[in-house]
């Protein structure tokens, strides 16, 4: 089956710092990923879609300057939360899904904690 | 997007009790699809339904479609520890909406 992996597992940062999460599909090429976050005991909530090569499509309420998205490749998609703060301490969880599949594969998640 | 409400929102049972959490939605969707997320996990794809009235089975879970295609069922029979988790159901082609998620935890 797709594999999709997900770095870093988990991180532990400051306040007013940059966090870069890295979403790869390992054996197919991902004509689009997905971001979502989840909050302990709650449901996935989609905070934006990603195409290669295209600006990410942003869900209402998430501000795009603060999470930002590059997809710069087939295999490779990137979320970086700028200037974290500890409301932004969650579950981020990409997926991804090629053109030959009709269900998203999720990666592991990166579990965010901010100090 | 199209909203799916799923109950209960949470499920105790004993080891070998059956279980069935449900989905409802206001408009026709036109597919529905489960998730199930271990404990610490990320959720993992159990099955996608499409067809009005369709009931698919893997092993001892049953999954139903609706007649009007706007509720979804997932049936346990005979639960063991291994099901432990939240179920998730999920609608969308492009985009997923996740329901609330069901989560069953099992007294051995």
């Known amino acids: 089956g797709a594999v999709v992996s997900q770095h870093p597992s988990r991180v532990i940062c400051k306040s007013g710092t940059s966090v870069k999460i890295e979403c790869r599909s390992l054996d197919f090429q991902a004509t689009t990923m997905f971001w979502y976050r989840q909050f302990p005991k709650q449901s996935l909530m989609l905070m934006a879609t990603s195409n290669e090569g295209s600006k990410a499509t942003y869900e209402q309420g998430v501000e795009k300057d603060k999470f930002l998205i590059n997809h710069a490749s087939l295999t490779l998609s990137t979320l970086t939360v700028t200037s974290a703060h500890p409301e932004d301490s969650s579950f981020y969880i990409c997926?991804?899904?090629?053109?030959?599949?009709?269900?998203?594969?999720f990666g592991p998640g990166t579990r965010l904690t901010v100090l | 997007g199209q909203q799916v409400m799923q109950i209960p929102q949470y499920q105790h049972v004993q080891e070998g009790e059956d279980f069935t959490t449900y989905c409802n939605s206001s408009t026709t969707l036109s597919n529905i699809q489960w998730y199930k997320q271990r404990p610490g996990g990320h959720p993992v794809f159990l099955i996608q339904l499409v067809k009005s009235g369709e009931v698919k089975k893997q092993k001892r879970l049953t999954f139903q479609f609706g007649e009007a295609k706007k509720n979804s069922s997932l049936h346990i029979t005979a639960t063991q520890t291994t099901d432990v988790g939240t179920y998730f159901c999920?609608?969308?082609?492009?985009?997923?909406?996740f329901g609330q998620g069901t989560r069953l935890t099992i007294n051995p």
């Open positions: 999920a609608q969308g082609a492009q985009k997923l909406v």
């Open positions: 997926s991804a899904r090629g053109a030959a599949y009709n269900e998203q594969f």
